[in-house]
Nanobody, 115 residues
């Protein structure tokens, strides 16, 4: 089992920045794929960014150039640097790990962007 705990969310003005963190514990190892998803009220949960074990990354078009995903395997921590925030970025942000055939989710951290 893997446990994921997100942190770093909050209320920020449009144009501002935050750094989200997701710390993993339990049976976590570095040979996995980690990602950030987000879910706005009344909408489905969407992929924001993904980072593979080798370091390759993928971003949703809506966040390219503004968000940066990274991972520190020594600390079992996933990060999401979010810059130039927009009101439409308001959502609960979830950490996800795909390890083997198992999927793990964190409890989410709220990001609210005011205009």
């Amino acid at each position: 089992q893997v446990q994921l705990v997100e942190s770093g969310g909050g209320l920020v003005q449009a144009g501002g920045s935050l750094r989200l963190s997701c710390t993993a514990s339990g049976s976590i190892h570095s040979d996995n794929t980690m990602a950030w998803f987000r879910q706005a009220p009344g909408k489905q949960r969407d992929l924001v960014a993904r980072i593979f074990s080798g370091g390759n990354t993928f971003y949703a078009d809506s966040v390219k150039g503004r968000f940066t995903i990274s991972r520190d395997n020594a600390k079992n921590t996933l990060y999401l640097q979010v810059n130039k925030l927009k009101p439409e970025d308001t959502a609960v942000y979830y950490c996800h790990v795909l390890q083997g055939i198992s999927n793990y989710w964190g409890q989410g951290t709220q990001v609210t962007v005011s205009s």
